[in-house]
């Protein structure tokens, strides 16, 4: 299997839905913090992220959480090649976050939530026979697509699941669907740079999700030296930078 640039449908209805899928609360919570926390997140993931992004964050005292979709392991994708059994391995080791991003990384939104449980299952059973030492208690959503009906039937296991959706998590905020900031695009710096300094004063959390990370990037990467900056740039503000399910155990009651 190759993942290819797939992009999801931009028309009318599908705006309408997937808007009126980020406004239904399935897990609705109250977030609060003692302080800012920034937690950075790789999607599918590319070998370059699991040893230059985890070079990167290791540099500066902090890991990441890494979202495997098992059925692209060892495959080839405008990312570059992605990850092995080995690099989940050593980011384990290393105290680095292995999420869920689905088996077969296909659009959750254009299919029935059924068959995207059973997904999930069939990831996590191809995760641990991996080598992954524990289930994953946190997810990311392809694409950040989902459905009403899907965010109302996850596991209990997962804690929360990640859109790609921007904004701080603070205050009212849904558990089933969590606000991601893209570390590529246009002014993606500029963005950023804005939302850290927001959430430094509201003490909220921010995350914020890519794939490879290289010198020179593909269009849905992050270059080494612009990961490196942002992470300066946080701790400089304050923030804690940890992994999505450490950053929810810092949650006040």
């Not at 920034?38 to 964050?57: C, K, M, R, T, W």
């Not at 963005?191 to 290289?214: M, Q």
Request: aromatic content about 8%; overall charge positive; hydrophobic content about 45%.
């Amino acid at each position: 299997m190759t993942l290819t640039a797939y992009s999801p449908p931009r028309n009318i209805a599908a705006k309408f839905k997937r808007r009126a899928t980020q406004r239904h609360a399935a897990r609705p919570a109250t977030l609060r913090f003692d302080q800012p926390i920034l937690s950075i997140s790789f999607d599918d993931f590319p070998v370059s992220a699991a040893e230059h992004g985890a070079a990167v964050l290791e540099a500066h005292g902090a890991r990441g959480t890494y979202y495997a979709s098992a059925g692209l392991a060892q495959t080839e994708g405008p990312c570059g090649l992605n990850f092995s059994a080995g690099h989940l391995s050593a980011l384990v080791a290393h105290g680095h976050e292995i999420g869920c991003h689905t088996f077969g990384h296909e659009d959750c939104a254009r299919r029935s939530a059924l068959e995207t449980l059973r997904d999930l299952a069939q990831n996590r059973d191809a995760l641990a026979a991996m080598g992954a030492p524990a289930a994953a208690q946190t997810l990311a959503f392809p694409y950040g697509e989902t459905t009403i009906e899907l965010k109302q039937s996850l596991p209990p296991r997962y804690r929360c699941a990640r859109g790609i959706l921007p904004g701080l998590n603070v205050g009212a905020a849904d558990l089933a669907q969590l606000h991601a900031y893209a570390l590529f695009g246009a002014n993606w710096r500029g963005n950023l740079r804005h939302a850290l300094k927001r959430a430094a004063k509201k003490k909220a959390w921010v995350i914020g999700f890519t794939h490879d990370v290289l010198a020179a990037p593909s269009p849905w990467g992050t270059s080494v030296s612009e990961l490196d900056a942002l992470l300066t740039q946080a701790q400089a503000l304050g923030f804690a930078i940890l992994p999505v399910n450490e950053a929810l155990d810092r949650r006040r009651p």
